[in-house]
């Protein structure tokens, strides 16, 4: 069956709530929550969500040439080279042993970008922030909201339960993908399968202007080595570290090649764009190459790229070209509390958030 064409992007697809902004400071509250909570325990102030980083990545974003005109859009409409900066993490807004199994994410910057930005945006780079799953877990941040706000409160439960917990999660999730299926809200809670974090896919998860038209986007492992890695079971048990072991032991020996990829919003009913939760189904469009990400053999953690990358930059969907606006409650969301987080970080830390030319000044 051929596919749709690309529905067209128009500002009417996003239809805020009344009451929006109310639910935006609900989430504030409680991502202050947790960062006065943390820097209180830790003594310095890190993220309110992905606060555990396991790599910082430096690499070349290839934009493809001959890419259809419906995909090349924006950043991708025409072939160019960038440098780009990634970082990987897990979900929780604490610093928590590997063996609390959660969510991995990917905040991948792409450097020495020139256009038209958004108000919000710092300019000079487009950021993409993803998560391993192809919908977000709520389908707006009303729903969210009362979640994060049950962490917010349990910030500080001693980890020997989250660890317990997410033994229980684990297997009751393992039993649900073996009748076929996926729990988001058992692998949320800690029930992540133990498996290394470089086989992983990444999306946006939820979508955002793609020029003409509205996609969402993904980040795929394409090199053999990586592909290797998908499901590959990682066993972090007594290696609170483990999932940054296995990062850094990985680029000591191996270059990684991705594929950034978009999939185009072409059915309004399957494809909302309000319904954070929806997967948009890939056979009614399926993800299409757009750039090439290399990250070449390096020193994937130390302490001063640990300073560098992860207390120097902020990771924002809003850091980006007005063609890539983020859209729908989730992004909106994000655009009230990302800053209030990272300025959180930069006046506890007394390390103002920088925009990077190139990955030179980051001392890559």
Not at 18 to 45: C, H, M, N, V, W
Not at 204 to 218: E, F, I, M
């Amino acid at each position: 069956m051929p596919l749709l064409p690309p529905l067209p992007f128009d500002p009417a697809l996003e239809t805020p709530a009344p009451d929006e902004d109310k639910t935006f400071q609900s989430i504030i509250a409680s991502l202050r929550t947790i960062q006065e909570t943390t820097f209180k325990d830790y003594g310095r102030a890190v993220r309110g969500v992905h606060a555990k980083p396991h790599g910082f990545l430096f690499g070349t974003l290839e934009v493809l040439a001959g890419t259809d005109r419906s995909v090349a859009q924006g950043l991708f409409a025409r072939p160019g080279r960038h440098e780009a900066v990634l970082r990987l993490s897990t979900n929780p807004g604490d610093i928590l042993d590997d063996s609390v199994s959660t969510p991995r994410g990917l905040g991948l910057k792409i450097l020495g970008v020139s256009g038209e930005f958004l108000p919000e945006a710092a300019g000079g780079t487009q950021d993409f922030v993803l998560a391993n799953s192809p919908a977000f877990f709520a389908p707006n941040a009303k729903s969210f909201a009362p979640g994060l706000k049950l962490l917010a409160a349990t910030t500080d439960t001693p980890q020997i339960f989250k660890k317990a917990l997410s033994a229980v999660l684990r297997g009751a999730e393992s039993v649900v993908e073996a009748l076929g299926g996926r729990s988001p809200t058992l692998v949320a809670l800690g029930g992540h399968p133990e498996t290394h974090i470089l086989g992983e896919t990444f999306y946006s998860a939820v979508p955002l202007r793609w020029g003409d038209y509205v996609a969402k986007v993904a980040v795929a492992p394409v090199s053999e080595n990586l592909r290797a890695l998908t499901g590959a079971p990682l066993n972090v048990n007594g290696r609170p570290n483990g999932l940054r072991e296995a990062v850094v032991a990985f680029f000591a020996e191996n270059e990684a090649v991705w594929e950034l990829r978009a999939q185009l919003r072409r059915n309004e009913t399957t494809m909302p764009v309000e319904d954070a939760s929806a997967v948009w189904p890939e056979e009614e469009s399926p993800y299409v190459p757009v750039a090439r990400i290399t990250v070449p053999r390096q020193e994937a953690w130390s302490e001063a790229r640990s300073r560098s990358v992860d207390d120097g930059l902020a990771f924002s969907p809003w850091n980006a070209l007005a063609a890539h606006r983020p859209l729908g409650s989730i992004m909106r969301a994000r655009r009230a509390s990302y800053p209030v987080s990272s300025g959180f970080r930069a006046e506890h830390n007394g390390c103002p958030i920088r925009t990077p030319a190139s990955i030179a000044e980051l001392g890559g």
